[in-house]
């Protein structure tokens, strides 16, 4: 599993497609169902990323916390973690979808 200590070390675009790779293969990238996730403040946010992966970047730049991603194969209910850096984190969507309901 990777595991990133900031939002800095996913420093290019480069770099975040290179981790997402590592953890997933690379036949993942481009896919449209690729999503990045990311912990800000106690909301988890879900970004649908385009093929160059810039939409995810900016906004995991943006934002502090954890960070997952997910794609085709990945278990929806447990998503798959880039980095981890609060307990909370751990909730699957389903248990996010709930609390805000």
Request: charged share 35%; proline share 3%; hydrophobic share 25%.
């Amino acid at each position: 599993m990777l595991r990133y200590s900031s939002p800095d070390e996913f420093s290019t675009v480069d770099t975040l497609r290179e981790g997402i790779r590592s953890q997933f293969g690379s036949n993942l990238i481009p896919s449209i169902d690729f999503e990045i996730g990311y912990l800000k403040g106690q909301q988890k946010l879900w970004i649908r990323c385009d093929d160059d992966l810039k939409d995810a970047w900016d906004y995991i730049k943006k934002g502090t916390g954890s960070f997952w991603c997910t794609g085709p194969g990945v278990n929806k209910s447990k998503k798959r973690k880039l980095a981890t850096e609060n307990d909370s984190a751990s909730d699957s969507e389903e248990e996010v979808q709930n609390k805000r309901n």
